[in-house]
């Protein structure tokens, strides 16, 4: 199947699926004797989990080492597992940061009098570097 196809299939506009390739993420498919590409269910298949793994949050180069260890059928469960606890930790971590980042706004909206003031508690917060 041609590009189009496999984009429609796989739910990944034509241009992201050309950026996995050329940042090896996914595997380069066959090419027609004109040199198109032809991708096959399995290609397509491959793209999906690569969409997945991005939509969790995975950056390419996980996505580099998940496709590797899909792909591997010797590959140790415990080697996926140990990607994954790292995304957790990962995530984990940015949701602290938003918490605290959440909470400094809260607060600097609750000292803004929201009027026709010039003086900004929001504004002057940001510049001091709130925390």
């Known amino acids: 199947m041609n590009i189009g196809e496999a984009a429609t299939q796989s739910g990944l506009p034509a241009k992201t699926i050309r950026y996995y390739e050329e940042a090896h993420v996914a595997p380069e498919p066959a090419r027609t004797e004109v040199g198109y590409r032809d991708y096959s269910e399995n290609d397509v298949h ?8 991005r939509r969790h949050g995975f950056s390419l180069e996980e996505c580099r080492e998940l496709v590797s260890l899909y792909t591997d059928p010797d590959r140790s469960s415990r080697d996926v ?3 994954a606890e790292q995304k957790i ?3 984990d971590r940015k949701l602290k940061d938003l918490r605290s980042m959440r909470r400094t706004l809260s607060t600097l909206v609750k000292e803004c009098h929201g009027d026709q003031r010039p003086d ?7 510049a001091q570097g709130a925390k």
């Open 46 to 53: 491959l793209l999906r989990f690569i969409h997945t793994a």
């Open 81 to 83: 597992k140990v990607v």
């Open 89 to 91: 930790t990962e995530i």
């Open 120 to 126: 900004c508690p929001i504004l002057k917060g940001l």
